[in-house]
């Protein structure tokens, strides 16, 4: 009797751990978005509001278009983020790690649904 409570225990943390790792992964995914670096979005926008006096700063104007100035600064912004990035290990190691993490639990959810499969068709 108290075999079974442990390994319903055991299942059932293995179970929350992996639902929280796949919860922090999906929030890392959702941020990405957010962000727009992977999203066809970024290319292609909806709606152009003409606001006054944002014209310079910016802003679309009535035809949809920036001003250069603005690209210019937004492309070195992104050049300057660029940079930054490449010389971050901390970044690196880190996504290195968690695509590591995440193949093994991939593999562990597997193997454990397939067990609890095993355990279910025995009984």
Do not use: W
Not at 9 to 21: D, E, F, H, P, S
Not at 23 to 40: F, H, V, W, Y
Not at 47 to 57: C, E, M, Q, T
């Amino acid at each position: 009797m108290m075999q079974r409570f442990i390994l319903k225990t055991a299942l059932l943390c293995a179970l929350l751990g992996c639902a929280v790792l796949y919860g922090m992964e999906t929030a890392k995914q959702g941020m990405i978005d957010m962000r727009g670096l992977n999203s066809p979005q970024t290319e292609k926008t909806s709606f152009h509001f003409n606001i006054p006096g944002l014209a310079d700063r910016g802003a679309p104007s009535a035809d949809g278009k920036t001003s250069a100035k603005a690209e210019d600064n937004i492309e070195a912004r992104v050049q300057k983020l660029d940079e930054i990035q490449r010389f971050n290990p901390f970044s690196m190691a880190g996504e290195k790690i968690g695509d590591g993490l995440s193949g093994i639990f991939r593999h562990g959810i597997q193997a454990a649904a397939s067990l609890f499969n095993a355990i279910v068709n025995a009984f």
